[in-house]
């Protein structure tokens, strides 16, 4: 495989909006749900979160932990919990509970704050903040037991910062996902690129599938081997020819269609079909 060499940069102005509005806002915020993708437990946290939310408290939300390859994930979450509470979630289990509760319990220290201040306690004012397509606004949804968001397997379904309220005691504040307007780590922006946090039509999806190749045989190489039946010794061609006849990707005259081909792999990877993965790795 050869290495990927590309330039990455995505940032829409409603990104950029959001960025000034959620610094403003950060003030009348009591508690930051800090989204994050448990396949890219690193690659997924939010640049200038610190600044947004001032010295606020966070709780961490793991989305997607059932698609995760945990040994990893959990070495990156436990870094995480020294100074946050962390959750891992997969949206289907109990553990939306488990944030309500951690949610209050933050409460209660805040309003023990603002007792000391001579001020009335308050519902707590929780911001939602995270990349595009890590899951927010499932979570909102899942979080109020009902469909209040729009949700959708792509980035940019959310334009615009809302007030919704959970229950008696939690507002949030839903924002759009948010990026950084330049990459200084392009790898991280392709792991972004690969899991849909980047809207597709600004990519080269060759570039993607071909990084989604080379981390798959660093990371992964036997769940490449089970499924395609290639190894990390053959060239791009020679992959594209086995996976487009497996498929088969063939246009007029047997030629295998490449295009195909590397929306094969790109899908593949989203669906999960590898099985679990988690693309980054503690200490890199």
Known sequence: MNENKTNINWYPGHMAKTKRELKEIGSLIDIAYEVIDSRMPISSRVEEMDEIIKDKPRIIISTKYDLCDKKYTDEILDSYRKDNVVIPIDLLDDKIDKII???N?????????RKEKGLEPRKARVMVIGIPNVGKSSLINRLCNKKVVGVGNKPGVTKSIN???????IELLDSPGILWPKFVD?????????????KEEILDREKICSFILDKMFELYPEKLEERYGITKDLDIVEIYDIIGKKRGCLVKGGEIDYDRVVDIIIRDFNNNSFGNITFDRLGE
């Not at 007030?163 to 005691?169: Q, T, Y």
């Not at 922006?189 to 946090?197: E, G, H, K, P, V």
């Open 101 to 103: 509760e951690e949610t």
């Open 105 to 113: 319990k933050l409460m209660v220290e805040v309003n023990n704050k």
């Open 163 to 169: 007030w919704i309220r959970i229950n008696e005691d």
């Open 186 to 198: 392009q790898e991280r922006a392709l792991i972004l690129a690969s899991l849909m946090a980047i």
